[in-house]
């Protein structure tokens, strides 16, 4: 009966370490608002306006000013729906040159998940999406001379429908 309820939990503990679906850095699909800020301490709780809610209702409930990543300065927006989170942004500080930022960047995330899966170009602007192993859709985009990237796992309930 001890090896029944020992192999129980090891499979329990290794389910729930397998579906683990990282967003971004430390922050994991569903963690609460709480939670994330346990893992980024620095990160300050906003009141969510129209222009920061998202169209499937998510709010941005937490940010992160000035997040160095490749020497460019970022602001971080944390988005939750049913109070659990579901999509990272990082938007570029002002800069003289964002195209640069978005180039360096289209650069790191190649060298890190290879090609993109996509590149959508717009008169507007363009941007380039990766697909990580846990579902994660990452969007580098430069639309209207503002560059952000968007790490968002709702594509998985999408691709759920399947």
């Known amino acids: 009966m001890k090896k029944i309820v020992f192999t129980f939990i090891l499979s329990v503990m290794f389910s729930t370490s397998t579906f683990c679906q990282i967003i ?10 709480a939670q994330v800020k346990k893992n980024f301490p620095k990160a300050q709780s906003v009141q969510p306006t129209d222009g920061t809610t998202l169209g ?17 300065k970022f602001d ?18 002002d800069s003289e ?3 640069l930022v978005y180039k360096k960047m ?6 890190k998940y290879g090609e993109e899966t996509s ?10 999406l990766w697909m990580t192993k846990d579902r994660t859709q990452i969007t580098v985009s430069l639309m209207g001379g503002d560059m952000n990237i968007y790490y968002s796992a709702r594509i998985e309930n999408e691709l759920n429908k399947i």
Not at 56 to 72: C, K, Q, T, V
Not at 81 to 89: G, M
Not at 106 to 111: D, L, N, P, Q
Not at 119 to 128: A, P, R, W
Request: aromatic fraction near 12%; proline fraction near 0%.
């Open 56 to 72: 499937d209702g998510a709010l941005r409930l937490l940010e992160l000013s000035d997040y160095d990543i490749n020497n460019f």
């Open 76 to 93: 971080a927006f944390f988005y939750f729906k049913d109070a659990k989170l579901i999509q990272v942004t990082l938007k570029a500080k």
């Open 119 to 128: 590149t959508n170009n717009m008169s507007i602007g363009q941007e380039k």
């Open 97 to 99: 040159n964002q195209a």
């Open 24 to 33: 971004w850095q430390k922050a994991e699909k569903g963690m609460t608002v």
């Open 106 to 111: 289209v650069e790191t995330f190649r060298m």
